[in-house]
C-alpha cells in the first residue's frame, strides 16, 4: 500500500525523516518495501517581490527586473516573460540552482541546467524569475508565476507552497500490509503507529458526526434485509453538489499514491478511503428509484453492470445494495453504472457501511474483481467508523463541491459487536519479554494505538479497540508492547533455561530421510511438485490402480482456488513426476531419474485419520526415462526400463530389512501398463512399472517412462517397529554354492518361484538369484528354462547328504507349485 508522507504529516508530527520511518515502521512489523521520492524539491528556489521592471536596451522582448529576495541588496535579473510587472511576488531559481526545463527534442522531453551569473545581451542576470512548468507544477508556459500577496521575499518557495495546501517533494512509502492488521491500510492507521514510536500525539481531522435521524431519515429510508452481510448502514445526504474538478490539494494527495482524479466527488471518496480505511460509495441520489436503499442477497443467478462498463454474472447469494426497483451496487466491492455520479449529479448519497469479510471475499473471488474497496472490506473495517467517515466525505463536499449537508442521517445496525476485554499480567510481559517493563510504559504504548487501560492487582484489564479485529488475548497485547517498545530494547538474557529432554526426530522421519539418501547414492535426483493440480488430473489420477488395488476416496477441491492449475490436492505423486520428466528431457536432458517424497490426499474415512473424512497419507515416487546409461568404448547406449526401478525398489526393501514381493497384474489399464504391485507384510504398498503408451504419447516420452509409487508412510512404520538394524557377525562357516535350472511354463513368473524356493529351503537359504532365462523348441513351444543360483550356510558346517536334501525339497515344492522340472 502507497502511504504519503506529506500527507501523514496532517496527522502526527515527527522530526523523522522518511528512510528513518520507513525503518521504524518495519521494525515493529509493518515491512516498508521502499521509498520512493516524488515531485519537485525546489531547492535554490526563493519567494522575489519585482521592484522594478526596465526594457532591455538591446532586446525588444526581454525586460531587465530589478528583485528583492530578502537580502540586504536587490538583484538584477533579465526576463523574457510577457507578464512580468513591478510588484509582483515570484518564483526565483538564484544563481547555483539547478533546473530541469521542457525540452521536446530530448528523449524525456527535459533538459538540465545549473544557472550561473551571465550576460544577456549586454546585461547582468542572476538567476531566473520561473514560470510553472520551468519547476515542474504544471504544463502552463503563458508567462511566470504570480504569488498570492501572503508570500515573503526570500522565504523559500516550497515553505509557502506547503501553506497554501500545495505540496512541493514528497516521500512515498510502499507498505507491504500484513492481512491480520486492517487497521493499517490507511493514513490514519500509519500515523498512530509512527506517533506511538516517536512518542508524538496522533492529530484527527475535527468532524461533527450528525445524529441518527432528522430531516435525512425523512428524504430516504434504508433496509437491510441481509443482516448476516451487513451488520451497519450510514447513509448521509448532501444536496446542491456542483460535480467539476478536484482542487489541486486533493488531486495531488491522489496522484502520490497513484490514484489517477476522476471528479471531485469521486476522489473525495477515494480521499477518505485511504485517509481513516473506510471504503465509501457515492450514488446520484435523483437516480435511486424510490428513495431508499435495501441491502439484499441475489436468487438465483443474475446479471449486472457494473461502474467499469462490464456486464457480470452474479452467484446465487451476491449480498446487493438495491433502490425501490433495482440492484445499484455489488456490496463492498463496486457501484452499479445505473446510478453513477456524473456532471449532471446534483445530490449525492453517501454509503459508509460494515460488511462481513469473508461473504466479500467470497464474491471478489467468484467475480474475479478487487477492488480498493473490497481489499478492506475482506480484512474487516471498524465497525464503529462508518459515521465519522460519512460526515468526512459530507464535509469535504460541502467545501469542495459547494454543497449542503441535510441534517441528520440513517444509521441502521442490526448487529452491534461487543466490548472486547482481556487481562494483562505484568508477570506475564516479563515471562515473555525476559525483563520487566515499567508499568507507565506498558500504558503509555497501549494509549497511544487507542487500546484502554484499567489497573487491577497484578496487572491491567486491557480494552481493544473495534479496529483491531487481531487482538483478542494476553499475548497478543504482550506483542504490541514489545513492537512498539523495539525489540531491539529486550536484553540480552545471561543465561537460557534448557529442557532435559533432547528432541528427537520421530522414527518414521528418519526412515525417509535414509531413504531419500539412498535413492541420492543411486544416482536419483530429488523433487518438490506442486501438491495442487487441475480437477481434471486429479479426477484422472485417483485411481486404485495407483495405490497398489486399495480404495481410493474422492480428490479433495480447495475453496476459492486461486486458479483452474490449483483447485484439487494431489492424489498421487505421479502426475508431477511426470510433468518434470517431460520438462527436463524436451530441454535437452536425454535421460532423468527422478524421486519425490510427498503426501497425497483424499475423502476417505478411515480410524486413523486427523480430520475425519480426510486421508493424508506420505507417498514415495520414483521415476526414470530416457537414456540412463551412455555409450562408452566397453559398452553401447542403454535407455531406462521397468527392471531399473524394481532393482531400487529391491535396494531399497533390503536396506529397511524389510521382505518384499513382486507380484504380476494383468490387463491394460489407461495409466499403466504390464507392472508389479509390491506386497510387503500383510498386503499391498505399492506398484511398479511403465506408465501406459497413452501417457507416453501424451508426454513425449519417446523411450517411456518408468515409476514406482509407494505407500512411504505404511513401509516407514513397518520399518520402525522393526527396531534399529542388529549386528549380525560374519560367519566362519563356508557358504555352499548350487545351480538349478527349472523347465517352467513360457508365462510363469520368476517371483513366485523365488519365493517358493526360499519357503522350501528354510534359512538355510541365504540368497536366490536368476542368472539365465533360456528358450528353445527343444524345450517346447510354451516353455522356457530359468536357472536360478542358490548359496546356502548355516552357522555350522554342511554335510553334503543334508545340502542333498534341502536341494530336493527345493524341487519338489517347485513342482507342485509351478510344474517345474529339472532341466536335463
Avoid at 538584477?76 to 509582483?88: D, E, H, K, L, Y
Wanted: glycine share 10%.
Amino acid at each position: 500500500m502507497k502511504i504519503s508522507i506529506q500527507w501523514l504529516s496532517d496527522y502526527v508530527d515527527t522530526t523523522w525523516s522518511p528512510e528513518t520511518i520507513a525503518d521504524r515502521l518495519t521494525m515493529s512489523g509493518l515491512e516498508v518495501e521502499s521509498v520512493e521520492s516524488i515531485g519537485p524539491t525546489f531547492d535554490g528556489i526563493v519567494v522575489g517581490r519585482v521592484l522594478d521592471v526596465a526594457r532591455h536596451p538591446q532586446a525588444d522582448r526581454l525586460t531587465v527586473c530589478s528583485v528583492d529576495l530578502g537580502s540586504e541588496s536587490p538583484v538584477q535579473i533579465v526576463c523574457g516573460a510577457p507578464n512580468v510587472a513591478a510588484g509582483q511576488l515570484v518564483p526565483v531559481a538564484v544563481v547555483g540552482t539547478t533546473l530541469r526545463l521542457p525540452d521536446r527534442t530530448s528523449p524525456d522531453g527535459t533538459r538540465e541546467i545549473t544557472l550561473s551569473r551571465a550576460k544577456i545581451r549586454g546585461e547582468e542576470s542572476n538567476g531566473m524569475i520561473c514560470a510553472e512548468d520551468e519547476i515542474g507544477l504544471s504544463d502552463d508556459h503563458s508567462g511566470i508565476m504570480v504569488l498570492a500577496t501572503d508570500a515573503v521575499p526570500g522565504e523559500p518557495f516550497a515553505e509557502w507552497l506547503a501553506r497554501n495546501g500545495r505540496a512541493s517533494g514528497d516521500a512515498v512509502l510502499d507498505v507491504s500490509i500484513t492481512p491480520n492488521r486492517p487497521d493499517a491500510v490507511s493514513h490514519i492507521g500509519i500515523a498512530r503507529d509512527i506517533a506511538a514510536l516517536s512518542g508524538s500525539t496522533l492529530r484527527l481531522p475535527p468532524v461533527s458526526v450528525p445524529t441518527a435521524g432528522g430531516e435525512a431519515a425523512s428524504a430516504f429510508s434504508v433496509d437491510v434485509e441481509a443482516p448476516d452481510g451487513c451488520g451497519r448502514y450510514v447513509g448521509l445526504l448532501v444536496r446542491g453538489v456542483t460535480v467539476g474538478e478536484s482542487p489541486d490539494w486533493l488531486k495531488a494527495r491522489l496522484e502520490a499514491i497513484g490514484l489517477r482524479p476522476r471528479s471531485n466527488i469521486v476522489d473525495i471518496t477515494n480521499y477518505v478511503m485511504f485517509e481513516c480505511g473506510q471504503p465509501l460509495h457515492a450514488f446520484d441520489f435523483d437516480r435511486l428509484a424510490g428513495r431508499r436503499i435495501v441491502v439484499r442477497r441475489t436468487r438465483g443467478d443474475s446479471r449486472f453492470t457494473t461502474l467499469d462498463g462490464k456486464e457480470r454474472t452474479l452467484p446465487d447469494g451476491t449480498l446487493m445494495i438495491a433502490d425501490g426497483e433495482r440492484d445499484v451496487a455489488v456490496a463492498g466491492i463496486m457501484g452499479g453504472a445505473n446510478t453513477e455520479v456524473s456532471e449532471a449529479t446534483v445530490n449525492v448519497l453517501i454509503e459508509s457501511a460494515w460488511f462481513e469479510p469473508s461473504g466479500i471475499r467470497r464474491t471478489a473471488k467468484a467475480l474475479g474483481l478487487q477492488t480498493d474497496a473490497s481489499y478492506r472490506f475482506e480484512r474487516g473495517v471498524d465497525p464503529e467508523l462508518q459515521a465519522w467517515a460519512a460526515a468526512r466525505a459530507a464535509q469535504l463536499m460541502v467545501e469542495e463541491a459547494g454543497g449542503t449537508l441535510v441534517p441528520g442521517s440513517v444509521d441502521v445496525r442490526p448487529v452491534r459487536p461487543e466490548t472486547r476485554t482481556t487481562v494483562l499480567r505484568a508477570a506475564r510481559i516479563e515471562s515473555v519479554l525476559g525483563a520487566p517493563v515499567p508499568a507507565g510504559d506498558v500504558e503509555r504504548l497501549l494509549a497511544a494505538i487507542g487500546f484502554g487501560t484499567s489497573e487491577i492487582a497484578g496487572g491491567w484489564t486491557v480494552t481493544i479497540p473495534s479496529f483491531r479485529p487481531d487482538v483478542s488475548r494476553e499475548i497478543d497485547c504482550i506483542e504490541e508492547v514489545a513492537r512498539l517498545r523495539g525489540f531491539d530494547a529486550i536484553p540480552e538474557p545471561a543465561a537460557s533455561r534448557v529442557p532435559h529432554e533432547n528432541y528427537r526426530t520421530p522414527a518414521e522421519r528418519e526412515i525417509y530421510r535414509r531413504v531419500a539418501d539412498l535413492l541420492v547414492g543411486y544416482g536419483y535426483r530429488e523433487v518438490y511438485t506442486n501438491s495442487l493440480m487441475r480437477r481434471e488430473t486429479a479426477a484422472e489420477f485417483a485411481d486404485p490402480v495407483l495405490r497398489a488395488g486399495r480404495p481410493v476416496g474422492a480428490p479433495v477441491e480447495t475453496v476459492n482456488p486461486i486458479s483452474q492449475e490449483m483447485a484439487v490436492l494431489r492424489p498421487s505423486l505421479l502426475p508431477g513426476a511426470l510433468q518434470v520428466l517431460s520438462h527436463n528431457l524436451s530441454h535437452g536432458q536425454r535421460g532423468m531419474r527422478v524421486f519425490e517424497i510427498g503426501t497425497v490426499i483424499d475423502r476417505f474415512d478411515a480410524p486413523d485419520t486427523p480430520i475425519a473424512g480426510f486421508r493424508e497419507r506420505t507417498h514415495l515416487l520414483i521415476g526414470a526415462s530416457g537414456v540412463i546409461e551412455p555409450a562408452g568404448w566397453d559398452r553401447s547406449e542403454r535407455t531406462a526400463d521397468a527392471f531399473d526401478v524394481k532393482g531400487v525398489v529391491e535396494a531399497l526393501f533390503a536396506d529397511l530389512d524389510l521382505p518384499v514381493r513382486f507380484v504380476p497384474s494383468e490387463g491394460a489399464h489407461p495409466l499403466v501398463g504390464a507392472h508389479l504391485r509390491i506386497e510387503s507384510g500383510d498386503g499391498p504398498v505399492g506398484l511398479v512399472g511403465p506408465v501406459s503408451r497413452a501417457l507416453a504419447v501424451r508426454h513425449d516420452f519417446r523411450t517411456g517412462a518408468f515409476f514406482a509409487e509407494i505407500d512411504l508412510q505404511a513401509v516407514a512404520a513397518a520399518a520402525a517397529e522393526r527396531g534399529n538394524a542388529r549386528y549380525r557377525e560374519i560367519s566362519r562357516f563356508p557358504v555352499v554354492e548350487r545351480d538349478l535350472a527349472l523347465v517352467v511354463s513360457a508365462g510363469q513368473p520368476v517371483g513366485p518361484l523365488v519365493d517358493a524356493i526360499r519357503r522350501a529351503g528354510g534359512e538355510l537359504v541365504r540368497s536366490v538369484a536368476v542368472f539365465d532365462v533360456f528358450r528353445d523348441e527343444r524345450l517346447g513351444a510354451d516353455r522356457k528354462s530359468v536357472a536360478f543360483s542358490l548359496r546356502l550356510g548355516a552357522d555350522r558346517t554342511l554335510r553334503d547328504e543334508e545340502i542333498d536334501r534341502v536341494v530336493s525339497r527345493i524341487v519338489t515344492a517347485l513342482e507342485r507349485q509351478a510344474g517345474a522340472r529339472l532341466r536335463s
